[in-house]
């Protein structure tokens, strides 16, 4: 390779046989890849727009509402963004859409907006588990824990009362920039540098 040509993709087929070079190339050509992230979100929050799963509302009009609710109570952008996608996870994983949503979200967001999403299909339960025949103090065995009360407000002042069809919730497209900022940057990785 000429010296300023970069190399445009990896040349290995095997991880063992690779090279920073190659590592580069991926960076550079996943580059457009990430930057679509928040557009991926998007068109997922529309899929739940397809369905009502037999509530009043469907589930793209009740993520609009928790999160109209929590920005008209004066909540910071990455709460309601969270707020927003709480149930995103509801499209590939019904049975835990919770931690799904959370683990989407993970690396933009606080560890205390973290667990609330994590946590949130348990604590919900409060509200309706005893007429499924479940334990609705499932969420109990977190007492004590730093963030059980902020997630328990986050169910009870905005994630249980939205299946209104009758509230005015804000639009989508006004939320779609508050999805770029809150994900344009990840705020923490899985990774650790070798010299942190």
């Not at 986050?154 to 509230?167: G, I, K, R, T, V």
Request: net charge negative; proline share 5%.
């Amino acid at each position: 390779m000429a010296d300023g040509e970069m190399q445009m993709k990896a040349n290995f087929h095997a991880m063992t046989e690779s090279t920073a070079e190659d590592w580069a190339a991926i960076g550079r050509a996943g580059a457009p890849f990430h930057r679509e992230f928040p557009n991926r979100l998007i068109a997922h929050l529309n899929m739940l727009g397809e369905d009502s799963g037999g509530f009043a509302v469907t589930r793209l009009e009740h993520s609009l509402q928790t999160a109209t609710r929590a920005h008209r109570d004066g909540r910071d952008e990455e709460y309601v963004v969270c707020a927003l996608l709480h149930d995103v996870g509801d499209i590939l994983a019904p049975s835990n859409h919770a931690e799904l949503g959370a683990m989407i979200l993970k690396p933009y967001i606080s560890e205390q907006n973290y667990w609330m999403m994590d946590k949130h299909g348990i604590f919900q339960g409060y509200y309706f588990f005893h007429h499924l025949g479940l334990d609705r103090d499932m969420r109990d065995e977190f007492r004590g824990h730093p963030w059980f009360e902020y997630t328990a407000q986050f169910c009870h002042l905005y994630d249980q009362n939205s299946f209104d069809p009758a509230y005015e919730s804000m639009p989508l497209s006004a939320f779609e920039p508050m999805i770029h900022r809150v994900t344009a940057q990840p705020k923490r990785s899985i990774y650790r540098r070798k010299d942190a």
